[in-house]
């Protein structure tokens, strides 16, 4: 097979065009691996940690035998057959390096999977590799990996965003068909956005977290990240459903998302919440053009649009860094060199307990150091109650607001990020400035609730604009629905803000 990558992803765009093409003999799964595993090598933006091209052409040739037993793809029992994916370097899979982008993991070989991973591959996928992200899940702007910056898939001089972007990267530039990321505060959605394709966080309990290593245990939750919201569809199919390797878990069984798109969505009976809050000063004139577009859309389509108000959203960012930074600073305990992490040599002369600690601990970048410490400080004594107990408070009476909210809408629509892409090192000296990027995403996680990015527009420099919309707990099925009749109509549509 002679097609790249990208040709390969314009002429099959979705997973069931990939299906339909093993079906006719148009492609072979182990060619197909081929050329993406080949992609992915040559590939300058640094999208990938470690490849794993035995793993990959195992599974491969595992894929083409079922094939030609079958006849044709058993899409009931094998939903992802052959399909490449690229895992985000911070879930497990067995026997293949899991660094979370850190130099304390830098050779840290799993004897376990993820849940996540183990579905994925019953369903028939192929993993490639896994993908570069910013340090254990920390940053918008996938700049604070120790292996080196992700590099905008089309934009080389922007950010791919964070900490996904590997994922999105490998995803938009075709170095894999798919991907999983993960989601703390926006770290699915935003890059997702950033880079244009589609990205979903689902409901927390949704997807297991067992074999996922812990940013923010109240917040993190694996999600999708696709071309199509029909391909997130069925990615969260596969993934989702109760685990009893991990305790929070939903006891609600797996989601049938891709039937749901097909199913008329009733547009009179559908309203659409719109935050006074989210459309004020700071938000670009360009991302809320496009916001509105779609808007107006949906309101063609005879749904109703319904202002709300979520009058906590000022404390937002500083309610998430207080919760966040004192669950990581808690996680990120057992990278010591004892239970987990690079452990110093006789060679390094270390000469007592204090000097081994601060060997392996120094190991951690800039931005997971200033999370630690700030996490540590929020929860020291004479002090958690006046910031980690008081953040949870404010983020139960957000949840309450949200709820409010949700019950008088069935969607809540906003942009992913105030702007598009922001240039390399723009924002590296002034992290105050890179959280406040996370203020639409971050209501998502403090609630539990599941959110889409999807792409809605560019900039007039061609830079993907994104749209999210919310949906009350476990509706994953409406949300990506009305996201998928979003999407039919933007492919024939020109997109760029006015």
């Known amino acids: 097979m002679s097609l790249t990558t990208d040709a390969i992803v314009k002429q099959f765009p979705s997973v069931k065009h990939i299906h339909d093409a093993f079906d006719s003999k148009k492609l072979s799964v182990f060619e197909l ?8 090598s040559e590939s300058r933006h640094n999208a990938y940690i470690t490849l794993c091209p035995e793993l990959a052409l195992e599974q491969a040739r595992a894929a083409q035998v079922i094939l030609e037993k079958e006849k044709k793809v058993p899409r009931e029992k094998l939903p992802l057959l052959g399909i490449p994916l690229g895992i985000k370097d911070l879930i497990h899979r067995q026997g293949v390096r899991t660094t979370c982008a850190s130099k304390v993991l830098e050779n840290y070989i799993p004897p376990f999977s993820a849940t996540a991973v183990s579905r994925l591959e019953s369903a028939g996928a192929i993993v490639l590799g896994k993908l570069n992200l910013d340090e254990f899940g920390m940053g918008g702007s996938n700049e604070n990996s120790a292996f080196g910056p992700v ?91 109760h685990d009893p390797l991990d305790s929070t878990s939903d006891l609600r069984g797996a989601t049938q998302a891709r039937i749901a798109l097909s199913r008329e969505i009733n547009w009179s009976a559908t309203r659409i919440g719109v935050p006074k809050e989210y459309f004020v000063e ?105 910031y980690y107990r008081l953040a949870c408070q404010v983020r139960r009476k957000m949840t309450e607001d949200l709820q409010q909210a949700f019950r ?47 792409p809605c527009g560019q900039d007039r420099d061609g830079l993907p604009i994104g749209l999210q919309l919310m949906a009350p707990h476990f509706q994953e099925e409406p949300l990506l629905a009305v996201g998928h009749a979003l999407e039919q109509w933007q492919k024939g549509e020109s997109f760029h803000a006015s």
């Open 151 to 241: 590099i905008h898939p089309t934009h080389p001089d922007r950010v791919p965003g964070g900490s996904s972007g590997g994922s999105a990267c490998a995803v938009r530039a075709s170095l894999c068909f798919g991907a999983l990321g993960t989601d703390t505060g926006g770290s699915v959605r935003l890059p997702a956005s950033y880079c244009g394709i589609v990205g979903l966080k689902p409901t927390y309990g949704r997807v297991s977290r067992y074999g996922l290593t812990a940013f923010a245990s109240s917040l993190d939750q694996i999600g999708p990240m696709s071309r199509t919201v029909e391909d997130a569809a069925l990615m969260l199919d596969v993934l989702s459903g």
């Open 408 to 454: 008088s809408v069935d969607f809540i629509a906003s942009p992913v990020a105030p702007t598009t892409a922001y240039r390399l090192g723009e924002k590296s000296q002034d992290p105050l400035q890179m959280y406040l990027n996370d203020i639409y995403t971050i209501p998502a996680n403090l609630a539990g609730l599941p959110a889409l990015s999807i």
């Open 33 to 40: 691996t081929q050329s993406f595993l080949k992609s992915a």
């Open 282 to 386: 700071g938000l670009s004139a360009e991302v809320q053009s496009s916001i509105e577009k779609s808007l107006q859309w949906f309101e063609s389509r005879g749904a109703k649009l319904v202002p709300v108000s979520l009058p906590l959203t000022p404390y937002v960012i500083s309610v998430y860094y207080l919760i966040a930074v004192s669950e990581a600073s808690s996680n990120l305990a057992r990278f010591d060199g004892v239970r987990y992490g690079v452990r110093p040599l006789a060679a390094d002369h270390v000469k007592d307990l204090r000097e081994f600690y601060t060997q392996v601990r120094g190991r951690f970048g800039a931005e997971v150091k200033r999370r630690i410490i700030l996490g540590t400080f929020a929860l020291s004594s004479g002090y958690a109650d006046d």
